[in-house]
């Protein structure tokens, strides 16, 4: 047999003046016929490239009589999409292909391009007329610079987390954070005051001490590309102002004491007693006063009892020139 093209050729067929005996091994040597039917194969059936690098997705075939059998590649989704039909590559992948046999390479992949691919060849004129195999393509890409989240501020003894995450690299990325520029290692005992994540990119402190101040970066790698690492960010510990809460607390219970002194006076004076009447007093005016009751205050709408008193008429008497009584 020979490959041709990615096609391989039964070139040994029996004729009469074989041998009986020849003719068995032949047949034995084909798997029991004279020639063997289509056959697809890959010499790889998981392929990973970096991105935007060529990725090869091998196919070879071998044909029983079909000299021209038809090759398609398709595409595996959540729709199958053709990628090579009648000649010619289809879709996103024109003019960024090309075809060698049955063997397709793909030029500057990306992640739009990574999946499950299937090589078909059709040969109508062999007894099993169809045969596939299939290609899987990763695409791996390198790290890029991660998103960290680091507090400016802190009190000390409050639970501290600091975050940090790549969401493109593939494989995902591992991570690695620095204080000072200083790599932190993982803690190797239970009572650490901090753990990390590696696979997460989290840094907690259970207890945060001022000594934890600092400049913190985080560093994101997957072997595919080189690091990338976030911009550094200080974190300053405070202690807690004793001071300030004290003083906070006093102004709350002079508050609180001063609302319950003027309560308590006002129920002396009888503000809260149900036969309050209220108390009266005057309104001085211009030509005269007015008696007002601080009960009268609350039923302005009643008038039927108001009674004016006219005073002595006295030219000389400019102050008081009318009263009225409520």
Not at 56 to 81: A, H, M, Y
Not at 151 to 165: H, I, K
Request: charged content about 20%.
């Amino acid at each position: 047999m020979h490959s041709v093209n990615g096609r391989e050729r039964s070139m040994c067929s029996p004729s009469a003046s074989t041998p009986p005996r020849l003719i068995e091994a032949i047949e034995a040597d084909s798997g029991g016929s004279p020639s063997a039917p289509v056959t697809v194969s890959t010499s790889r059936h998981r392929v990973e490239v970096q991105e935007f690098s060529d990725a090869v997705l091998s196919c070879t075939f071998r044909t029983e009589k079909d000299q021209n059998p038809r090759i398609e590649w398709k595409k595996k989704g959540k729709d199958v999409s053709f990628v090579y039909y009648e000649g010619n590559f289809r879709g996103p992948f024109e003019g960024r292909a090309k075809i060698e046999g049955a063997t397709v390479t793909l030029r500057r992949v990306t992640q739009d391009d990574a999946g499950e691919y299937r090589c078909e060849i059709s040969a109508p004129q062999d007894s099993v007329s169809l045969g596939e195999t299939n290609v899987t393509l990763k695409v791996l890409v390198p790290p890029h610079t991660p998103s960290c989240d680091i507090p400016s501020s802190a009190v000390t003894g409050s639970v501290v987390q600091l975050r940090c995450r790549d969401q493109q690299s593939i494989p995902p990325a591992t991570y690695l954070w620095f204080k000072d520029s200083k790599p932190m290692s993982p803690p190797r005992h239970a009572n650490a005051t901090y753990l990390i994540d590696a696979h997460t990119g989290l840094l907690e402190f259970r207890s945060v001490a001022k000594e934890d101040s600092g400049r913190y970066s985080c560093q994101a790698s997957n072997n595919v590309g080189p690091a990338k690492m976030c911009e550094g960010k200080q974190l300053t510990i405070e202690d807690i102002n004793i001071t300030a809460i004290v003083a906070g607390v006093g102004v709350v219970v002079f508050l609180v004491a001063a609302c319950s002194c003027g309560g308590l006076l006002l129920h002396r004076n009888g503000f809260f007693s149900p036969g309050h009447r209220g108390r009266s007093f005057w309104i001085s005016q211009c030509h005269g006063a007015a008696h007002i009751s601080s009960q009268t205050l609350h039923r302005t709408e009643d008038t039927s009892n108001v009674s004016y008193i006219t005073p002595p008429q006295e030219p000389q008497d400019f102050k008081h020139t009318q009263s009225f009584m409520l």
